[in-house]
């Protein structure tokens, strides 16, 4: 039983690690396609990924991942994930 457990809390563990690592990539993504841009699309999704970077910083990674894809369809960006 003890054995479950810590893997348990392993896997969990890097689950977690590998969302938490996630956020940046996609918030850069987002970051450069609205560089420079000025149109209403590209200013609403700047604002999401701030917002998910927000969230990353606060330890939402989930959220900020979620708040990441919104941001990405704003702009019709089809984000690359890490694998």
Request: charged share 25%.
């Amino acid at each position: 039983m003890k054995k479950i457990m810590m893997a348990l809390v392993l896997v969990l563990a890097t689950a977690g690690a590998a969302v938490a690592n996630q956020c940046p990539l996609l918030v850069k993504q987002i970051e450069d396609a609205t560089a420079g841009k000025t149109d209403d699309a590209s200013k609403k999704a700047a604002a999401m990924a701030a917002e998910a970077k927000a969230l990353h910083a606060a330890g939402k990674h989930a959220e900020s991942v979620a708040k990441a894809k919104e941001a990405a369809a704003a702009i019709n960006l089809d984000l690359k994930m890490k694998q």
